[in-house]
């Protein structure tokens, strides 16, 4: 069954410095996301994407975030200088065409650990 | 300083009893709805999804009750197994379309005992 993947699994990086976190969604997928979910608490929409330009975003998605699609299949994620409270799991989602259902598969998650 | 995380509600079970598990939604305009299992240190794994012209939907050991009117969504877990546990998620979409950001409920650990 094809799944959504993500690297690294844990990253830790310190306070200012910049980190990029990899997705490749499904590949027949077209919409893609990113949540974070900080330790305990419920899982928060950051930011959609679609035809290679954001769709919507958070207010957690200020101008330190940045998404992009380099390629075919990658999808990232960009900090640009980390601060403490970026500490959460990232997670990518991805799915397909509209009107052939909502699901949204998510992957497993980077967890992020600034110090 | 870090973020004081949410005490989740526990639902403790016995093996092979059903399950119950409950959520309100916030927004009477969503009109789709998913739940989602989350194992430790997993991604949230889809279970099942219903859009609002429907009040029930059934899958392979669950059913998803929809109450629109008290905006109140249920989980029902049949034959509750050890390998339910995990932690519950639902998910509401305010807009329809499947491009659209899902906002998720605080969860529910559900505790499986043999």
């Known amino acids: 069954e094809p799944e959504v993947t993500q690297t690294p699994s844990h990253q830790v990086t310190q306070m200012g410095q910049e980190v990029i976190l990899r997705c490749v969604p499904i590949s027949n997928h077209l919409y893609f996301y990113w949540y974070r979910q900080i330790l305990g608490q419920k899982v928060e929409f950051l930011v959609s994407?679609?035809?290679?330009?954001?769709?919507?975003k958070s207010e957690i998605f200020d101008d330190q975030f940045s998404v992009e699609r380099p390629d075919g299949s990658n999808f990232t994620l960009k900090i640009r200088s980390t601060k403490l409270e970026d500490s959460a799991m990232y997670f990518c989602?991805?799915?397909?065409?509209?009107?052939?259902?909502?699901?949204?598969?998510f992957g497993p998650g980077t967890r992020l650990t600034v110090t | 300083g870090e973020s004081v995380g949410l005490h989740l509600p526990t639902l403790s079970v016995q093996e092979g009893d059903n399950s119950i598990i409950n959520c309100a939604y916030s927004n009477s305009a969503s009109d789709y709805f998913i739940w989602y299992k989350q194992e430790s240190g997993k991604g949230p794994q889809f279970i099942i999804d219903i859009r609002s012209n429907m009040d029930k939907r059934q899958g392979q050991r669950v059913t998803v009750l929809l109450n629109k009117t008290v905006k109140h969504l249920s989980l029902q877990i049949a034959a509750t197994q050890p390998g339910d546990s995990a932690v519950y998620f639902c998910a509401e979409n305010p807009n329809s379309g499947g491009y659209n950001k899902l906002i998720f409920g605080a969860g529910t650990r559900l505790a499986v005992h043999p």
């Open positions: 994407f679609y035809n290679n330009e954001i769709s919507e």
């Open positions: 989602a991805s799915t397909v065409i509209q009107g052939a259902g909502d699901e949204q598969y």
